[in-house]
């Protein structure tokens, strides 16, 4: 469950938010396998409310676990997870599961009824005698004290009729809607308000669950085991008295930790030199329980605690991809973004609420609206530099005493970032052999050549290197497999 069953030279995933079933099937082929992508997080797949003015967040109000919602059909999911693991990119599913939906009745986007006030569900089906109303001891029925571990539980999270995973017959609902999933070939699970779920009810949904051994999926299970991959959304920033650690026994946890330590960072409240020992060393989860971030769907828009940094502050955002992407720490998820004004903006869509699909620049990038972090240069080459680096330690850490840091990954790949706000000239150890390497921030290798900085690596690994102060990428990375 702590095994993202990516191949083993892919190592970082990317959130497609929003996105559809076929234009990430396509992405798989012509983007992602090929820039080295481990694996791709979905929007829930099930269906759910068709709430007016199509906010992105109706799909966190499931009315049943058919697999129609504005992404696509089960026929498009299955055809996306088969392409997509054909070229060795991993599914990962968002489920919700602690709750349906929050409020109203009528039909769902897979046509299935639901009434909230009655607590029916005929498409599942639930009805009232699966959720936790008895349970639940605030005074209005909603989580009011974050303070009381059973409220966080047992209470509705934001008015959302809170299912009782405690029943044989929810979990059993839940397990099939997994097994399903699983059956149709993808990899592991973003498990939605994990912290609102009792672990005990978690480990019984879990135990049973098996990943698909069809050899279509390509799954090396005598390597990665059977076990799905298992990211929990716990947010905890500490203070609380659910703690992630509450989790980390039963897969993988999102560390918001790390969401924190990162804004501050960058945003020079606290020192970029004192990270050598990043991870553990600044009371984080080990590095096989933690899924790591800069952002999230939810704290782009202000959710979930804390402030963070996103694509509208570009510049810092792409210093910070590349100090998570270039430290061996736990597993990274890159978000990729559409562009909101506001809270509730739903992802591009025409006037009858249909999705509408990303368009591609000449240079990568996307257009229609979609951000696509994921193909800005300087974020899916610093992806190919995990990948080049993986395995291979930090050592040279070298700093300024400040915002100045530079560090290899022993004998495999090499950065200096600047974010101190004047220039950095140094003579650097790079680990790195001697020769001519793409500096793969300001450039692709292409044809044998550099679009951007060339660094050159002398026979003692050192390298001379300038990164202005005010540069609007003010880093460099280079690897073995960026060597010209
Ligand atoms: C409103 C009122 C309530 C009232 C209720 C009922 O605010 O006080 O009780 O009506 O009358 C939407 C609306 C919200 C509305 C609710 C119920 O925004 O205003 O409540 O629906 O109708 C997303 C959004 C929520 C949204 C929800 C369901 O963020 O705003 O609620 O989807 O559509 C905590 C949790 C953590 C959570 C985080 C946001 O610990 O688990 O908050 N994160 C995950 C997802 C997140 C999602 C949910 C959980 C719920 O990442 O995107 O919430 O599935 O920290
Ligand atoms: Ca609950």
Redo the contacts with the bound molecule.
């Keep these: 469950q702590f095994d993202p069953h990516n191949d083993p030279d892919r190592q970082a995933m990317v959130h497609l938010f929003e996105w559809k079933w076929n234009d990430i099937a396509a992405e798989c082929e012509r983007f992602l396998g090929p820039k080295g992508y481990a694996g791709v997080q979905i929007s829930p797949p099930h269906e759910c409310i068709q709430q007016y003015g199509r906010p992105w967040?109706?799909r966190?109000?499931p009315v049943s676990y058919k697999l129609v919602s504005r992404s696509g059909n089960e026929d498009d999911f299955k055809d996306m997870v088969q392409r997509c693991n054909a070229v060795g990119v991993r599914i990962y599913v968002d489920v919700?599961v602690?709750?349906m939906t929050?409020?109203g009745s009528g039909q769902g986007t897979g046509g299935s009824s639901y009434d909230t006030n009655s607590e029916s569900y005929p498409g599942v089906p639930y009805g009232r005698n699966d959720f936790n109303d008895n349970n639940c001891h605030s005074g209005d029925g909603?989580i009011d004290n974050y303070q009381d571990a059973n409220q966080v539980r047992n209470c509705?999270?934001?008015?959302?009729r809170d299912l009782n995973q405690g029943t044989s017959y929810v979990r059993g609902k839940i397990q099939e809607y997994f097994n399903h999933l699983l059956s149709l070939g993808v990899a592991g699970f973003r498990v939605?308000?994990a912290?609102?779920m009792w672990p005990g009810d978690l480990q019984a949904i879990f135990s049973g669950l098996q990943v698909s051994s069809d050899p279509v999926h390509r799954f090396n299970l005598s390597v990665s085991g059977s076990n799905p991959f298992i990211v929990q959304?716990v947010?905890d920033h500490g203070g609380e008295p659910i703690k992630n650690t509450d989790y980390t026994g039963l897969g993988r946890v999102t560390e918001f930790h790390h969401c924190d330590h990162i804004n501050n960072l960058f945003r020079k409240r606290d020192k970029l030199a004192y990270t050598s020992n990043w991870g553990t060393g600044w009371g984080m989860l080990p590095d096989d329980q933690a899924l790591v971030f800069v952002d999230n769907?939810?704290n782009q828009r202000g959710?979930?605690?804390g402030s963070v940094i996103t694509y509208k502050e570009a510049r810092l955002y792409k210093m910070a991809q590349a100090f998570v992407m270039a430290q061996p720490y736990a597993f990274p998820r890159i978000m990729s973004s559409y562009a909101f004004d506001s809270h509730d903006q739903g992802p591009p869509q025409d006037g009858s609420g249909h999705i509408t699909s990303p368009t591609i620049n000449a240079d990568d990038s996307c257009g229609g609206g979609w951000v696509c972090e994921h193909r800005w240069r300087q974020i899916y080459n610093m992806v190919g530099f995990r990948n080049a680096a993986h395995g291979a330690a930090m050592s040279n850490f070298w700093s300024n005493g400040d915002q100045q840091i530079a560090f290899a990954r022993s004998g495999k790949a090499f950065i200096a970032i600047n974010n101190q706000g004047y220039d950095l000239n140094q003579n650097l150890q790079t680990t790195l052999s001697a020769g001519s390497y793409c500096d793969v921030i300001s450039g692709n290798k292409e044809n044998g050549g550099c679009t951007g900085k060339t660094i050159t690596v002398g026979g003692d690994g050192r390298a001379y290197i300038s990164i202005g102060g005010s540069d609007e990428d003010p880093m460099v990375a280079i690897h073995v497999n960026a060597k010209l």
């Excluded at 509705?156 to 959302?160: E, I, K, P, V, W």
């Design positions: 967040w109706e966190y109000q919700v602690n709750h929050g409020g909603n509705r999270l934001s008015g959302l939605d308000a912290k609102h959304e947010i769907h939810d959710d979930g605690g």
